[in-house]
């Protein structure tokens, strides 16, 4: 793999799969008694958190402690970033402090791409503005994996189909990704690794929620997300983000929901095997329905633990050159 992690297009078929391999080796850690690997004990992974988050910050330090990596959590309220600091200088007094990794959240697309020429750790993006978030799509990747495995006709009860995939792709499953194209980080970075592991990516959204530079995406697009419905074994839904909008774009939150909300009777229309996911957070009842978000197909607590054990193998495959499948047996006892 690469020092940093910024972008979905930094990874390659093989190393993206080497991460979900890796996942599932550190996934079984949490099924013991001990949840704990000395794997990264003595390393520092800083949290650099410009935006609020919950899932995503809590998520990654989990990951590190789990991995004996001391952690820092760095917020910009009660901060020197408060008081006017640049990010560089930031950058360099972490730096000073020797950490190994920063995990860096920005509102500004391309400030990890930056932080990464100033500083000698590595750089994990856990988003920039509307631009990326790569480990979202790798934990989305994997839960898929795990609920689908790699091929076009997914196994009936997908949903409680547990096999080993280690190795396997997504190849010939059709992902239909919903909703806010234009604002969504999860988006772009899901399009750019699912359409690398082999999976036929579909947008649909209102024109008014597709950015301009969409062509260059490896992607097909659409209006009609009941059209869309019948063919897929994945949707993905994804939240109306109400804080990015200078503008209206589209008419109201009821229409918006009668033409793209997902609800039981779209449901109706997937095929039997298909699952239902979110990055989080939900609008319930504007793109996703409470009886659909809680129902049995839906996989929204699922890519929150397994965004842990994803997390946990982006950390240990930067940071750490063992094997993966021995640091799995070196658990603290």
């Not at 989305?140 to 949903?159: M, Q, S, W």
């Not at 449901?267 to 039997?272: D, E, N, R, T, Y």
């Amino acid at each position: 793999m690469n020092r940093h992690l910024i972008s979905a297009a930094d990874l390659s078929r093989d190393e993206a799969l080497l991460i979900l391999d890796t996942a599932d080796e550190l996934a079984r850690v949490a099924d013991r008694p001990i949840k704990k690997l000395p794997t990264l004990r003595g390393r520092t992974v800083v949290n650099l958190f410009f935006e609020d988050s919950t899932r995503t910050r809590i998520s990654f330090e989990a990951a590190a402690k789990r991995l004996s990596a001391d952690v820092i959590n760095f917020t910009v309220k009660g901060s020197s970033v408060a008081k006017g600091e640049s990010l560089k200088d930031t950058a360099l007094t972490l730096e000073a402090m020797g950490a190994d990794a920063v995990v860096i959240r920005h509102s500004a697309a391309g400030a990890p791409h930056r932080l990464a020429r100033w500083v000698r750790g590595s750089v994990v993006n856990a988003g920039d503005g509307s631009h990326e978030h790569p480990t979202q799509a790798l934990l989305d990747a994997f839960t898929i994996r795990r609920r689908l495995g790699g091929g076009r006709e997914a196994p009936a009860g997908a949903a409680d189909h547990q096999a080993d995939h280690q190795g396997e792709g997504l190849d010939g499953l059709k992902v239909t990704i919903v909703g806010d194209v234009l604002h969504s980080r999860v988006a772009r970075s899901n399009v750019l690794l699912l359409s690398t592991l082999g999976a036929e990516v579909t947008l649909v959204a209102p024109p008014t929620l597709f950015p301009v530079e969409l062509g260059g995406w490896p992607c097909t697009t659409g209006y009609d997300l009941d059209a869309a419905l019948p063919k897929s074994d994945v949707v993905m839904m994804l939240r109306v983000q109400r804080e990015r909008m200078n503008a209206a774009y589209f008419p109201s939150e009821r229409e918006y929901s009668r033409r793209y909300g997902l609800d039981s009777s779209r449901m109706a229309l997937l095929p039997q095997h298909a699952i239902v996911m979110h990055p989080g957070p939900m609008n319930r009842g504007v793109e996703i329905a409470a009886e659909v978000a809680d129902g049995p197909r839906s996989t929204i607590v699922e890519q929150v633990a397994n965004g842990v054990s994803v997390r946990m193998a982006v950390l240990y495959l930067l940071l750490s050159g063992l094997d993966p499948a021995k640091a799995t047996t070196g658990a603290d006892r």
